[in-house]
């Protein structure tokens, strides 16, 4: 959209946003525990760990159960523990037909991976 300042621009954005429900506490906390964040949920998202903020990014993602999801290196940084956890995390997020697009420099990911 293109106008002056002022020119209500936002506005069918700020109706769209108004008109989708918004996830509830109970959902979010849900969302936290699938993604083994139970614990951690009272904690402020800069105090978690890299990989714990990994996992509430996933969650945060997954709550409204989206038919796609984009990820993009959501492993990078990641101790081999950690991306584990998070590969897990996505394929248990696939499962009920969430399609995920995933961006990796590491081809040996690709073969545990379902393609369609």
């Not at 083994?36 to 996933?58: N, S, V």
């Not at 997954?62 to 999801?69: D, E, G």
């Not at 991306?83 to 690709?110: F, V, Y």
Request: charged share 15%; aromatic share 4%.
């Amino acid at each position: 959209m293109i106008g002056p300042n002022g020119a209500g621009k936002t506005s069918p954005i700020r109706y769209a946003c108004a008109v989708l429900q918004k996830p509830t506490r109970a959902q979010a906390e849900t969302a936290g525990t699938q993604v083994g964040l139970g614990p951690m949920l009272a904690h402020p998202a800069t105090f978690l760990p890299g990989g714990e903020r990994q996992k509430l990014a996933i969650a945060r993602a997954i709550i409204t159960a989206p038919a796609l999801l984009f990820l993009g290196e959501p492993c990078a940084s990641l101790d081999g523990r950690a991306t584990r956890e998070i590969e897990e995390i996505l394929q248990h997020a696939a499962a009920p037909g969430t399609c995920l697009i995933m961006s990796t420099h590491d081809m040996g990911k690709r073969a545990g991976w379902p393609m369609t």
